[in-house]
């Protein structure tokens, strides 16, 4: 990916709008998240090798020798993701940790960037032909019909799914896979509001300072990431309208930009649209500059939490650089709200140590809701790392216990392995008595290498 150096670079920004100052970085994340499995497998405990040996004079029972490690699913299908060309798609989290896996991967690539995906699959093949890896380990291929994404999903040898998208999409995958004669996993990371909570004692004291950092967060990217801050939520107070008056300064001076394709654009249009137009809800401040072709006006909107809640149409994601703060007449109602929202990738406590003293409750909501809970931060960025957490409650992704980002995504596409009673010289290397891979295991719970 690196040798096809400003080409690559080029034909992403081509076909995805986005600057190539962002996509130099964004192929930097996606190598180096390659690099980051390549440690893990050399490091090699990531198969979670635990071993009980036998205790045959036991009584009343003897008890067998017991070996257990970590096997990969099968072929995983991937679907690339249209607001990452290199980070989640072709060679993205999903492929990178499904081979680390020990999976074979078919990717389907996202029409908004076929040749970028073209040409990362070229990447591929010579990585393939240069480490003498089976030719067919790694699949590609093209469709724009839910047919094709059906059929692949319900191929007879697909083992699992992956997906970053809308919820639309992935609740579809979802449902194909339930349809099989063996339902298989699909784990699909999909909408995401991502709830804000402005406390008290920091929005008297912050109010510029938050504002400035918001506004730069909600309109990131024409706000076309997955952690985008398309939700707020305060208790009413002037220092709130203080902050609001701010955030508006910051959001009227934004300078629209094209959004990655023509349905993004229609879709966000559309549902900004509906949004604006119910009962209660106010403009706050919307980007003044005039929009063109597929660019996208930077919004912020107003509502009351009684009006919020009396309306799931608010709790949509609304994809794009679109905020809706709600604003709540005490904790109560604040909590009550908070607890509306169907599960999300992050949630941000905004707030001072006073703050979190005076709010206790709150806090002990927040790990319910989400799979990241940040404290004075923006949620847009996700570090790949050991450490991370990129999935949530549903519809934030279809199963809470994983994450799609890190290394622990690799636990998607694998399952434990019981030996019993297993000649030593026919075990997985990893569970041989002599530890040949040099590996920490855990034997008679003890960690040993």
Known sequence: MEALGDALLQKAAEETNLPIGRLTGERARTTGQLRMFATMLREGSWVE????????ERTPLPKPDLRKMLIPLGPIVVFGA?????????????TASALAAGCPVVV??????????EMVYSAIKKAIAFCN?????????HGTSFESGKALVQASHTAAVGFTGSTLGGKALFDYSAQRKNPIPVFSEMGSINPVIFLPDT?????????AQYSGSITLGMGQFCTNPGLMLAIDSPALRDFLDHLSTGIETVQPAKMLHQGIHTAYVKKSH????????????????????????????????ETFLANPLLHEEVFGPYSLMVACQDEDELITVLKSVSGQLTTTVMGTIQDLTDHQQLVETLPSIAGRILFNGVPTGVEVCASMVHGGPYPASTDSRFTAVGINAVKRWIRPVCYQNWPDSLLPLALQDANPLHIWRLVDNEWKK
Request: aromatic fraction near 4%; glycine fraction near 4%.
């Open 49 to 56: 090798a635990t071993i009980d040996t036998a205790i045959p």
């Open 82 to 94: 249209s607001n990452f060309p290199f980070a989640y798609s072709t060679a993205g989290g999903d």
């Open 108 to 117: 389907k690539a996202h029409p908004a960037h076929a040749e970028t995906s």
């Open 133 to 141: 890896m089976p030719a067919d380990v790694f699949q590609h291929v």
């Open 203 to 211: 929005l008297q004291k912050n109010t510029a300072d938050l504002a």
């Open 274 to 305: 509906d949004a604006l137009e119910q009962k209660g809800v106010t403009v706050v401040q919307q980007a003044t500059t005039v929009a063109h072709d597929i660019e996208a006006l930077p919004t912020v909107a107003l509502v009351s939490g």
